[in-house]
């Protein structure tokens, strides 16, 4: 059991507003670990400077001991940290099954001449790569609509589809912001199940952002709390609920 | 036999038409990179093969247009090794043309790439040693010497880029491409390089531009640069939107309809009123289409096919 991934005093402005102000973070190896906050605390920033779409101002993030800030989204998806998005991003005019197989790396037929030369190993790996994504739709009840368009999904559907996608990249880290927004409660405990059981079997690791209570507390092991882009709090699901600064600014009461 | 003979150069010229359709396709209907400055790249293929192909007698314009020791017609290359040359030369062009082009927005990337589509042309004007500027190459070789085999020869091509862009939909060159379209971000968090991405699609959409210039000039047998004009782009444009943006039957069946019937169709209609009405009206109409296509169906005729996955894997 190592660090995976590493913040330290990150910090990132937009314009006046300090949406990141020294925030630090470890994560260990195949573990869940959950980050809550208000609204607005910087959680998703945080989300964007780790997977790239914003470099920030202050401090480093380092993934399997390698300094990662500062690097393209594309490029720190290849080194093993596959990130989702609060509101569901989908590929709309594309279907179910293109969403997922998009994700697949080292997909030979993405280059323009191997698409129209390698015949065979295109195909085999499309093989391949369908075997897998099939595997984990129907495990995540989205193998009807496999041949639906994206735009037609629900809300809960589209952000099962994303996670399935996160996970066809084959990542070491899944930051996920917020899987269950939207999700009705079969599909929550299925995303949950789907958490618990990549983690088991193929030695995953978690970062979860998430505002329903019960998801974190049955979950996730650490938590952190954050406040005004900085760190208010870590611990098990016990201490959290019993610290008052947490309760005061965020559990309520 | 002279009407066989008219609907010979129609055929031709749809079918030359559609090519640069479906590379339009490859660039805005796949990857959404909206590409006005199709005629530049259809203007370097043309001009690419001209030049190599062109035969020797062809030197008394150069000495006319005061540059005797120019390089067209110096050459006398086959026929395929300037088909060869425009493609590679357009791909090149669109590849050192993209790499300040393809960081812009969409919006910006249009306006951009009418300017490049200008500067091209401008460059067929000025550059009296390479293209004779205004007074164009002539005597191009047609390679089979008959315009009916030629027309075939077209066909050919046209059925290889019909063949190599449906390729590319459906294979995961295809699924980037539209990612890309779709939401970049989101293609971006999942590994794909999206500069690479559109990079890619750009240079393979030129290059097929490219081809369909080697056709162009090798047809007419004699090119000029007021051929490549934004006109051009704009009708390729039209008959994509028309027949289906997305979907290559679409673009085939836009390319009939648009630059068969009303384009060259109407072409030697008896002239009604003033010699100039007939074409005016018809310009008129294919620009009312337009608006209504883009107002009321969007997806063209013929609307983006998706493929089943049971389809894709057998």
């Known amino acids: 059991m190592g660090v995976i991934f590493k913040a330290e005093e990150v910090s990132l402005a937009f314009g006046g507003i300090k949406a990141l102000d020294g925030f630090s973070i470890e994560l260990e190896e195949n573990t869940i670990t959950a980050l809550i906050g208000p609204n607005g605390a910087g959680k998703t920033t945080f989300f964007n400077v780790a997977g790239g779409i914003y470099p920030p101002d202050g401090g480093a993030v380092y993934f399997r001991g390698e300094r990662v800030d500062g690097l393209r989204p594309d490029q720190i998806c290849m080194k093993g940290l596959t990130r989702t998005f609060q509101i569901a991003r989908e590929l709309g005019e594309m279907s179910v099954w293109e969403n997922v197989m998009l994700a697949p790396k080292g997909q030979v037929g993405e280059r323009v001449f191997s698409s129209l030369l390698r015949w065979g190993t295109v195909k085999k790996q499309e093989k391949e790569n369908w075997e897998k994504a099939e595997e984990l739709l129907k495990e995540m009840g989205l193998y009807e609509e496999r041949n639906e368009l994206c735009k037609n999904l629900s809300a809960g559907k589209r952000k099962m589809l994303e996670i399935c996608r996160a996970i066809m990249t084959g990542p070491e880290l899944l930051m996920l912001d917020e899987p269950t927004a939207g999700a009705t409660v079969d599909e929550t405990k299925s995303i949950m199940g789907e958490i618990e059981r990549l983690r088991e079997e193929h030695g995953l690791t978690f970062l979860v952002v998430e505002h329903k209570m019960d998801v974190i507390m049955n979950l996730c092991n650490p938590i952190y709390v954050m406040y005004f882009g900085r760190n208010l709090a870590k611990g098990d699901a016990e201490a959290i609920q019993h610290n008052e600064q947490v309760r005061e600014v965020y559990l309520g009461g | ?314």
């Open chain 2, 1 to 314: 036999m002279e009407i066989l003979s008219w609907i010979l150069t129609i055929a031709t010229i749809v079918a030359i038409y559609s090519i640069m359709g479906l590379a339009l396709n490859v660039h805005f209907g796949y990857t959404n990179l909206p590409n006005f400055g199709i005629a530049g790249f259809f203007a370097v293929g043309a001009y690419a093969s001209a030049i190599l192909t062109a035969p020797h007698r062809f030197r008394e314009m150069e000495i006319f247009a005061g540059f005797p020791g120019g390089v067209a017609g110096r050459i006398e290359a086959p026929f395929i090794v300037g088909l060869l040359a425009a493609i590679v030369l357009a791909g090149v062009v669109g590849l050192i043309i993209g790499i300040p082009l393809l960081r812009l927005r969409e919006d910006y990337l249009a306006v951009a790439s009418i300017g490049i589509a200008q500067t091209i042309y401008y460059v067929a004007v000025n550059e009296l040693w390479l293209t004779t500027g205004s007074a164009g190459i002539r005597l191009i070789p047609m390679p089979t010497g008959n315009r009916y085999l030629y027309f075939l020869l077209v066909l050919l091509l046209l059925a290889i880029a019909y063949w190599v862009v449906n390729r590319f939909y459906s294979t995961p060159i295809g699924r980037v491409w539209r990612g890309v379209r779709e939401d970049e971000v989101i293609t971006a968090s999942l590994g794909k390089s999206i500069f690479r991405s559109r990079m890619s699609a750009w240079i393979a959409g030129c290059s097929i531009m490219g081809a369909a210039g080697c056709l162009w000039a090798h047809y007419s047998m004699a090119i000029q640069p007021g051929e490549f004009v934004p006109t051009t782009t704009f009708l390729v444009w039209i008959f994509v939107i028309v027949g289906g943006l997305r979907n290559n039957k679409g673009i085939l069946l836009g390319a009939i309809l648009i630059m068969g019937f009303f384009e060259q169709g109407t072409r030697f209609l008896p002239a009604i009123g003033a010699p100039y009405i007939m074409p005016a009206i018809r310009l008129i109409i294919i620009g009312v289409l337009l608006v209504v296509f883009v107002r009321f169906r969007p997806q063209g005729v013929l609307p983006e096919r998706h493929k089943k996955i049971e389809a894709h894997i057998r």
